[in-house]
């Protein structure tokens, strides 16, 4: 076996543990140089065979065979390498590697795991070469003595030189004479006759310093340390380790608060995109067909701790949830254009628990998604956005209150409290929507009636809005705890109307009313306190709790379902269809006035039709 210490890292180390010498006899085109004595001049592929006749003739060769190996290529061309030990210029690591360890320790690593995979990176570092062999780039500023071959790099020669690059940039390097910087510096041996270094900065250094040359001379900027370091995983070993060493050597200190990492974006069965897979998809493209609010959606969904899918599919789901958002603002923005804040906000005290509970969860939803934006976690954000918008409002509360909006008079009470949570609602989820779907937020600012714009302080667009912050005022804890109960309930009772509107027993839910067993009696006794506002809530015409289960082959029961401890059936609904609200009640044509006018309205809307 053959060891060459002068071509290849291995060979270098074990060289300099036997201290056989650094002998490196090819130059830059592969041709041996003096140092390769007798082959001087030849190529190293035909030379090779030459220095195995030599050592045979010597009598100096043991063995020869040839075998397969694996051996270094170059990535571009697929040609094979040599290695050459060259001159290289190093920053010492040695001299503040315990002290970067520790700033390492002064910084958010999002995700945790970026504080291990950089602290062992720099742990077990070698020293930087800084130094790279390129015809342009930021230059390394040394000079040699013509005369005795010394490098001259003092902080005087280094300060005239930071001095011209001010005035002229760094390529003056290759513009000026040594002679124009050092203006008169000398060598040791006296000489003043030098020449400059032509290799370059290794451009790692020169992203590696931008906390200097960027913010450090931009104050307005806010300095450094700075807020956030944002790139992809594999900068562990880039940009936040070349930063965090530049500025630890100066500063003394980590150049950041907080680091980010993220994965990278592969297709929707995670694959890495390529151009000649066909699977990659274009961020222009998602823009034109979905829109950019669709796009930024899908990073704000994403967990992008990991690599990151994208694909069609879930393309077209975003795009549903973004669809859900738009028709949550419609239905919003629809029902408050005949609301002006100042003259028909109903009190707090005056709202319903129902109301309290919808306040509450907003405010909740406020609380989590700023947590969640500090957090950087975004996913969350939009899980919250998207289970308010889908569940608490749509499927929920707007679901219940569409009653209370539409067959109400106007200006009763009932539904200017309605009104009043719905424009609280509009108020802060039009400043949520803004920081990921800002078109989105824009667009339903641009249509808020002109009472409403100016109860939101009248700014111009919601871009100049302040951010929503939670409100103690609107917890109500007690509200919160009976309506979650509540939904619950909601959602079996659902689950028996679904069964008989499946059954063609009923068309809508308002032709059924429904009976409820509860398992557990102190849970009965809580939900048959509100008994009489529980048909409103399941958008049935009746709603009973019924005290010792329920009447068994009841030949009206149309459905049944039991789960969680309770037993909810569902009737055919007695009475007679209001031709306004579309419920069945007993009093149906009970208000008929003087003329018959209301044969066909129950006793409510009869009342409600006689003051319109
Ligand atoms: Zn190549
Ligand atoms: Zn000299
Ligand atoms: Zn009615």
Redesign the pocket.
Known sequence: MHTAPGHGPDDFIIGKVYNLGVVSPLDGRGIFTKEGGIFEGQRYDKANPLVVEHLKEKQALLGHSTFNHSYQHCWRCKKPLIFRATEQWFASVEGFRKRALECIDTVEWLPNSGRNRIFNMVENRSDWCISRQRAWGVPIPVFY?K??S?PLMSDQSIERVAAVFDKEGSDSWWEREPSYFLQGLS???G?TDFIRETDIMDVWFDSGVTHAAVLDERPELGGTPCELYLEGSDQHRGWFQSSLLTSVAVSDRAPYKTVLTHGFVVDESGRKMSKSVGNVVEPDEVIKQYGADVLRLWVASVNYTDDIPIGKNMLVQLADVYRRLRNTARFLLGNLSDFDPAVDKVDKSKLSSLDRFVLHRLNEVVGEVTRDFDRFEFFKYYQLLQNFCGVDLSAFYFDIVKDRLYTSHPKDEARRAVQTVLCEVLHTLVRLLAPVTPHLAEDIWQHLSEPIKQSFGNQSSVLLTDYPVVDASLEDKEAAAYWSDLMAVRLTVNKALEQARAARAIGSSLEATVMMSFEDKEKAAKIKKVEKDLATVFITSGAQVSDNGLPKDGAEVISTVSEDGLTVAAYKASGDKCARCWKYTGDVGSKTGGDNQFGDLCGFCADVVARL
């Open positions: 003595c005369g005795c010394e060598c040791k041996c000489s």
